[in-house]
Structure formats: C-alpha cells, structure tokens
Nanobody, 113 residues
C-alpha cells in the first residue's frame, strides 16, 4: 500500500489549497478514505472522511463550510479542497485508508502572512 500526498505549501490567510493523495497497492474504490492533520505540539486529528463511493462525507467542526473532500476512483485519488484558510489550519496533512494501518508521508500546509 502506498499513499502519496501532494499540494501543500505556504499560503496567506484567506487563501486556498488543494491537496491530493494518490493511492496504490489496494482496491481504492472499495475503501473509505480520510484526511488527518497534525499541528506542532498537538495530536493528530481527523479532518474529513469520505465513503468508498463518495456518498457519505463527514467533516470536523473546525473545517465545515471551508474544506471539501472528494475522490476520483478512476484515478485512485482523494482530494481535499481547502478554502478560507487561517493560521490555525497550519499542520502536516495526511491521508489514510480508513480501516487499514497505512499512512502517507504527509504534506505541509502553512498559513501565514
């Protein structure tokens, strides 16, 4: 199983980023996927989750209305569109297969002026 996140970077408050997670090594279309984040000195937290077909989606309260999770099962990729970013969103963002113990390497998101 391999999960490769990309799309992170430095963005100003109020800006947007789109994260991608390319998956391989398993039948992507049959698994729910999740995005987590970990800020310095804090525990890793669940940000968003999407079911295998994309029909069920959940968000942490802190990102509702600003972040959108989606997936493309033909491309084995899950996305996280992040809008209206603020400094509290600064963290390393990871994707994960919901029920399997595999993590990507993470992508750094820094929100700063």
């Amino acid at each position: 199983v391999q999960l490769v996140e990309s799309g992170g970077g430095l963005v100003q408050p109020g800006g947007s980023l789109r994260l991608s997670c390319a998956a391989s090594g398993f039948t992507f279309s049959t698994y729910s996927m999740r995005w987590y984040r970990q800020a310095p000195g804090k525990e890793r937290e669940l940000v968003a989750a999407i079911s295998s077909a994309g029909s069920t989606i959940n968000y942490a309260d802190s990102v509702k209305g600003r972040f959108t999770i989606s997936r493309d099962n033909a491309r084995n990729t899950v996305y996280l569109q992040m809008n209206s970013l603020n400094p509290e969103d600064t963290a390393v963002y990871y994707c994960k297969v919901a029920v399997l113990p595999y993590w990507g390497q993470g992508t750094q998101v820094t929100v700063s002026s």
